[in-house]
């Protein structure tokens, strides 16, 4: 493999569900030797989460986990009995950072914490991820990504005024805070590189969300003076500041598309995009006012018009007008996308229990330095043999005898 940002970094992932795993995935993304650690009879609790193929439960096909587990290794070891412990310690001598997932003190119960970490490696790097920290009353608390988007501050401003609040789509809280613990755990690793010490990262779920830029934008009012911030119909909040009347999502032709024109300079762009340049000296929306006023009777004009076009025509129209639009695609349309075709995003990997499927790549690229993701997820215990012989020296009778203890 040719030189990657990470190459030479070994990383022990104990992480389980998705925050961790998805911090683990990006270290692996960016070169790093990603060891997936799992409980022998406790595995990663994403292998129990579809989809599946053909609806048929399978610890090793599942997709959320081929996804968040690409480019890893895989291992199995319990690391709350007394060989499995000294095992763990015995690799963690040989890693640059440990991502965990469990309840804040776990790690600790085990003798297996950061300060039992700095003791076989000063400059180790711990990675935790929990739904409230490790600190604070509330840091023994279940979650599911419903209550922590809600427990993060943010739930309230979504949805219709009239109805229940309601959550933003997928798992935004896990994702988000997978890739906060990356960027966090980049920096510390950039702090061993110039100063030699480890750090233990506290990742709070709850906090990533509270933190989220969206909505701190949307909190403005009561930073600023103390107002509350009520629900708006959608398309409100998302004009913000901005003429309502074009912003948000329309039926078409062949579907939906998406616009979020920016204000009123870009008034005589959208009316020169519908063919009604007329529209543009008309008196009746003469003023940003004006337009906002007659809401309702722009919509239907600029209705009308997306009735007969389809998501491609008005996407090329947006653009020759250089407004900020785009066909809402189905999930099937996302594969041939000519942007991502040209760009070689996803990535087809096959996996021996799975087959060949295709993956998500990577949203960027470095110009010099190669970043892909080349192997798929691994089996459970996939791996054991390779790291216990080449890390500790673990020969075939041993790791037998280990597990027939269910150590591994």
């Known amino acids: ?20 795993p998805y911090c683990g995935k990006m270290l692996a993304d960016y070169g790093a030797e990603v060891i997936k650690l799992e409980l022998p009879d406790s595995p990663d609790m994403s292998r129990d989460v579809g989809a599946f193929p053909d609806g048929v439960r399978h610890p090793e096909k599942s997709a959320l986990f081929l996804h968040l587990n690409a480019g890893k290794k895989g291992i199995t070891l ?59 009353p509330h840091k023994d608390y279940e979650y599911t990504e419903l209550t922590i988007f809600a427990a993060g501050g943010g739930m309230h401003r979504e949805g219709l005024p009239e109805r229940e609040p309601l959550r933003y789509g997928a798992e935004i809280a896990q994702y988000f805070s997978g890739t906060t613990a990356a960027a966090a755990t980049m920096i510390a690793l950039f702090g061993v590189a110039m100063n030699g010490e480890g750090e233990w990262l506290d990742i709070s779920i709850q906090e990533c969300m509270a933190g989220h830029p969206h909505q701190i934008g949307r909190r403005t009012p009561w930073i600023y003076g103390g107002e509350p911030d009520p629900r708006k119909p959608p398309r409100l909040a998302a004009a913000g500041m901005r003429e309502p009347y074009a912003v948000g999502t329309f039926r078409c032709k062949d ?43 722009l919509e239907a004009i600029f209705q009308a018009w997306f009735n007969e076009h389809t998501r491609m025509e008005i996407f090329a129209a947006g653009q020759r007008e250089m407004l900020p639009c785009a066909p809402i695609m189905e ?34 690229r470095l110009s010099d330095t190669p970043v892909s993701t080349n192997t798929p997820a691994p089996r459970l215990g996939q791996h054991n043999a390779e790291i216990y012989d080449d890390l500790l020296d673990i020969d075939a009778p041993l790791l037998a005898e280990l597990r027939a203890k269910g150590v591994v």
């Not at 493999?1 to 961790?20: C, E, F, H, K």
């Not at 309840?103 to 739904?131: C, E, F, K, N």
């Not at 995009?273 to 009777?297: H, N, Q, S, V, Y």
Request: charged fraction near 25%; proline fraction near 7%.
């Open 255 to 297: 579907g939906y598309v998406s616009f979020l024109p920016l204000g009123s300079r870009m008034w005589p762009q959208l009316a020169r995009m519908i063919d009604r340049a007329d529209l543009i000296g008309d008196a009746r929306f003469a003023t940003p006012d004006d337009r906002t006023k007659r809401r309702e009777e």
């Open 331 to 364: 999930t099937h349309e996302a594969f041939d996308n000519p942007q991502f075709r040209e760009r070689d995003y996803f990535v087809d990997l096959m996996h021996p229990d799975a087959g060949e499927l295709t993956y998500t790549g990577l949203p960027f």
């Open 78 to 136: 319990d690391p709350s009995t007394p060989d499995g412990r000294r095992i763990f310690m015995q690799i963690a001598a040989q890693a640059d950072v440990v991502i965990e997932s469990y309840r804040p003190g776990q790690m600790a119960d085990w003798r297996i914490g950061y300060h039992d970490l700095r003791g076989v490696r000063d400059d180790i790097v711990m990675t935790s991820v929990t739904p409230y920290g490790q600190s604070g």
């Open 1 to 20: 493999m040719p030189y990657q940002t990470l190459t030479n970094i070994r990383v022990i992932d104990a992480s389980t569900g998705i925050a961790g």
